[in-house]
């Protein structure tokens, strides 16, 4: 099912004639919903949810229909001039980086740039980690080095 499909499931046929319709909020509805419209809205919502949430849409993902589904209503209503752009922006940015952060959080990777390194030998059978100035050449300047 495609973005429009989801959206036209959710939301009353009535609101969504109001909302696609060219004349905007005041105009007497058309008798059907504007699906052109609606298509539009889809399109930009994908590519909201690509930006910001940093994951590509998936129109099978229900975690991802639910962060999107919004935001085609958002953009609804800034074509229509219900909403002013800039804040429904905002609240577009917002939403889909909480949907990225939530989305991506197994796809972390543990990293470090630590520069600290195993020195050969072990302690008790741990493996003892040191940062690379900790090197044996330094023994006689450092006094009551531990371990040392």
């Known amino acids: 099912m495609a973005l429009s499909d989801e959206v036209l499931s959710r ?43 940093s994951t590509e849409y998936d129109n099978s993902n229900a975690t991802h229909v639910a962060f999107a589904v ?41 990293l470090t740039s630590s520069e600290d390194t195993i020195e050969s030998g072990l302690t008790n059978g741990v493996a003892e980690v040191f940062p690379e100035f900790r090197d044996k050449s330094f023994d006689d300047i450092v006094p009551d080095r531990p371990g040392g």
């Open 11 to 53: 939301y009353s046929t009535q609101f969504l004639r109001k909302i696609t319709n060219t004349g905007g909020p005041d105009a007497t509805p058309a008798g059907t919903v504007n699906t052109v419209i609606l298509d539009l809205a889809s399109t930009d919502a994908q590519n909201y949810f690509e930006v910001y949430a």
């Open 70 to 110: 919004p935001v085609v209503i958002i953009m609804l209503k800034v074509y229509s001039g219900i909403l002013r752009e800039d804040k429904a922006l905002k609240d577009i940015e917002s939403r889909l980086k909480s949907a990225g952060r939530i989305l991506n959080a197994s796809k972390v990777e543990p």
